[in-house]
């Protein structure tokens, strides 16, 4: 069973909203920088979003810029990424994973993985 769980996925039309959480189950997530990836049918895992353990700082990869926004909550050991304007080409499995660390780190020395939310962009 994975230690962090990601939840909000599903089918949205184009222009429409969602917002993603992953919770962590047996550890303390606040204690952890958190990063969205996702990847798509034939396509590399990249790199959506991370925010850093304290929260005050937070990066965005170049497609999603004003569109996605990520956050924690860390009373409810969970981080969302709230997604914006959605587009066909946001389609993709969403991951959420955890690193021990302060800052976000490369997508190497993140801890912990989740299996997946399913987001699909389409009319």
């Known amino acids: 069973q994975s230690q962090v769980v990601e939840s909000g996925g599903g089918l949205v039309q184009p222009g429409g909203s969602l917002r993603l959480s992953c919770a962590a189950s047996r550890f303390i997530l606040a204690y952890y920088a958190v990063g969205w990836f996702r990847q798509a049918p034939g396509k590399d895992r990249e790199k959506v979003s991370c925010?850093?353990?304290?929260?005050?700082?937070?990066d965005y990869a170049d497609s999603v810029k004003g569109r996605f926004t990520i956050s924690r909550d860390n009373a409810k050991n969970t981080v969302y990424l709230q997604m914006s304007s959605l587009k066909p080409e946001d389609t993709a499995v969403y991951y959420c994973?955890?690193?021990?660390?302060?800052?976000?780190?490369?997508?190497?020395?993140?801890?912990?993985w989740g299996q997946g939310t399913q987001v699909t962009v389409s009319s």
């Open positions: 925010i850093s353990r304290s929260g005050d700082r937070t």
């Open positions: 994973a955890a690193a021990l660390r302060t800052n976000c780190p490369t997508v190497y020395e993140y801890d912990y």
